[in-house]
């Protein structure tokens, strides 16, 4: 599986298949509903659980302070079903988020029987589709800053060598000069915040619905174009005809921009700081942190970046 690798920074301490198993049992046991036989599906920024008992997948946030951003995903999830723009949906009934076990939980209608990805082109319909939407106020969607967002990251940045961090932070000053002074070109307004082929899936009923809805904000909509074109072209992620697909079903190739390579620097940036939060708890992570950042020193190739 392909992930945006750009969840929030602030990660708890300890967010182990063990403790999101307490979480679970917790958070069910509040909802009156049956954990038994749960399948851990992802554990990432969230650990994402398909239930045995109903159609139902639950969601734990690893950030423990993301109840805010939880509420405003249910609403978002809510609006759109109303819109009915193809989305996952909450599960009906039950009130949510909820917090258990010092996490923050939110239930949804399980997609699908077998994990199934859509396709590039799907993904690039949904969000021209999504774009053309006017959101009410009464979602209260934030301005996305990447800025803030990188800098809580860098503090919370505990887990690795004091030299890696200090390069961190002064190439995040060095972005957010050359940030300030891009010209978008695309309309400002509502992105999904983290549009990659890991977060568009196959309905069991046939059509491609977008999932992972709390990273919605209002922005310049070149950041729901962006990972598509790095997962291509730095890291040989999608093939140039996948590409090519995106580009023509969306309409515009955020490539040909000027400021791309700036846009596309910061979002790597901030995929190499979420990955940090999980050196202490993945040997794998630690690996390929550091081979993240040695890459972003030397300006080496990144085509052997893995997918987290």
């Known amino acids: 599986m392909i992930s945006g690798d750009g969840g929030s920074p602030n990660g708890a301490t300890q967010f182990t298949e063990s ?25 990432g920024s969230n650990a994402v659980y398909r239930l045995a008992s109903i159609s139902a997948v639950v969601r734990i946030a690893r950030d423990p302070g993301s109840l805010d951003e939880m ?3 249910v609403r978002v999830a809510r609006w759109l079903e109303a819109e009915d723009f193809p989305a996952t949906r909450v599960l009906p009934r039950v009130r949510q988020p909820l917090e258990a076990g010092g996490s923050v939980v939110t239930f949804w209608e399980s997609a699908q029987d077998d994990e199934e990805y859509a396709r590039l082109d799907e993904l690039a319909d949904l969000l021209r589709r999504l774009h053309w939407l006017e959101e009410p106020e009464s979602l209260g969607l934030p ?13 919370a940045l505990d887990g690795v060598g004091k030299d890696d961090r200090s390069f961190l932070e002064k190439r995040a000053g060095e ?4 940030y300030d002074g891009l010209d978008f070109v ?9 549009a990659n082929i890991g977060n568009v899936i196959r309905h069991r009923a046939g059509q491609a619905i977008l999932i992972d809805l709390d990273g919605f904000a209002l922005a310049p909509r070149e950041w729901d174009l962006v990972l598509t074109a790095i997962y291509y072209e730095r ?10 697909s995106f580009v023509y079903h969306y309409g515009f190739d955020l490539m040909n921009w000027p400021g791309y390579p700036v846009l596309a620097d910061v979002r790597e940036l901030m995929m190499v700081v979420w990955l940090g939060h999980q050196v202490t708890t993945s ?12 890459a972003l020193r030397t300006g080496a190739s990144r085509r052997d970046w893995r997918p987290f």
């Open 175 to 178: 972005l957010h000069k050359a």
């Open 143 to 155: 301005y996305f800053d990447p800025f803030a967002r990188l800098d809580a990251g860098l503090r």
């Open 235 to 244: 890291f040989g992620w999608h093939t140039r005809a996948e590409y090519e």
């Open 71 to 73: 509420t405003r995903a």
């Open 19 to 43: 403790s999101a198993s307490a979480v679970l049992q917790e958070a069910c046991r509040t909802a009156g509903l049956d954990p038994s036989g749960a399948e851990l599906l992802r554990l």
């Open 283 to 294: 040997a794998e992570a630690a690996e390929e942190f550091t081979r993240r950042v040695n």
């Open 186 to 194: 695309l309309p400002f307004g509502m992105i999904h915040g983290d």
